[in-house]
């Protein structure tokens, strides 16, 4: 089992999508291990996308992402990391496969929906942010 870190974005938590992506979550076989509400602070926000830092789209990102609550989430399945990306969709709802995440609830690559760790390693320092509890 390996363990991913998803969030559930402002957009998407302001649009009362929260639910329904939960509930889909749920349906695709995925165990919850870890689930809050949060209001993400500019300093929280800078370290989570500090990979970003420099990017022409890095202010807005962290100016969208402290906007109003998301939803952190821990999610355990067999490559997990994998299967909630492609739920998820591309990056780009417009471009993202139908019933996908980003497809069903973005907007458009600002602001689409969710997000999801790429790899074992930033899994693992993503969850560490958030979820200091579950270590
Ligand atoms: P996410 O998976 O959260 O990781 C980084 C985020 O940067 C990405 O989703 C997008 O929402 C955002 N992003 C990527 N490219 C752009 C862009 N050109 N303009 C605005 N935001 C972007």
């Not at 939803?71 to 996908?100: C, F, H, S, Y």
């Not at 602001?111 to 979820?131: Q, V």
């Amino acid at each position: 089992m390996e363990t991913t870190f998803a969030i559930i974005k402002p957009d998407a938590v302001k649009a009362k999508n929260t639910g329904k992506i939960i509930d889909r979550i749920e349906q695709e076989g995925f165990n919850i291990v870890g689930m809050k509400k949060i209001n993400m602070t500019k300093n929280v926000a800078e370290l989570f996308y500090t990979v970003h830092k420099g990017k022409p789209f890095f202010e807005e990102l962290v100016d969208f992402m402290i906007s109003g609550p998301c939803v952190v989430l821990a999610l355990q399945k067999d490559n997990a990391i994998k299967a909630w990306r492609d739920l998820m969709g591309a990056t780009n709802p417009e471009k993202a496969e139908a019933n996908t995440m980003r497809k069903l609830y973005g907007t458009n690559v600002g602001s689409n929906a969710t997000h999801g760790s790429d790899a074992p390693e930033t899994a693992k320092t993503e969850l560490t942010i958030f979820f200091q509890e579950l270590n």
